[in-house]
């Protein structure tokens, strides 16, 4: 089974991601994490650093270049693994932020996303936006602007794929996040 996980920067994905795969190996199920990052967040630190953002057009190349060499490293170490799969992000995520930023989709992400092998499961984890943004500030490793998290909370939900995208309440405390996205692995996973 590929479960795929998305949402905003403080919603939850890696933490989530995390307690999934701990719960699994507990269970005797062989997982498998992997994380399908761009390097936003280093990127946010260095334009923070200099005082100035890095130009969206520049910032989209660089992140689509990490995040699809990540996700195809990715398809081909779970193409042959039986278990559980569980992704950290995904190219809908680079086509959220080009959204964010008013660029153009472009062809070859989504060719790409029609190529590669289907999740069984995508979840967006939906969190309001201010919520999302103390914890950022609560981690205090990489900085997000409030009304960047909330275009981009918006623009998840303008992308065409988001209506096959299993919506889960992020809010409040992990323990009852974790345990409404297991309901919603369960529930895939069950015969149709």
């Avoid at 559980?84 to 989504?110: K, N, S, T």
């Avoid at 981009?152 to 995208?165: M, T």
Wanted: with cysteine.
């Amino acid at each position: 089974m590929l479960i795929v996980l998305m949402g905003i920067d403080g919603s939850g994905k890696t933490t989530v991601a995390e307690a999934t795969v701990d719960a699994a190996r507990r269970a005797g199920t062989n997982v498998l994490l992997l994380r399908n990052y761009a390097g936003r967040r280093v990127m946010s630190l260095i334009g923070a650093r200099l005082g100035r953002r890095i130009p969206p057009r520049a910032a989209d190349f660089i992140e689509t270049a990490i995040r699809t060499v990540n996700v195809l490293n990715s398809h081909r170490r779970a193409r042959n693994f039986r278990g559980l799969v569980v992704m950290d992000r995904h190219l809908q995520c680079q086509l959220a932020l080009r959204e964010m930023y008013g660029l153009p989709r472009g062809r070859f992400l989504p060719w790409l996303l029609r190529k590669l092998p289907a999740p069984d499961l995508v979840i967006y984890l939906d969190i309001d936006p201010h919520e999302a943004h103390a914890r950022v500030l609560a981690r205090g490793t990489d900085s997000e602007q409030l009304e960047d998290l909330a275009s981009l909370r918006d623009a998840y939900y303008a992308l065409p794929e988001f209506a096959g995208f299993t919506r889960i309440a992020a809010g409040g405390p992990p323990s009852e996040v974790y345990s409404r996205v297991q309901g919603a692995i369960s529930a895939a996973s069950l015969p149709a």
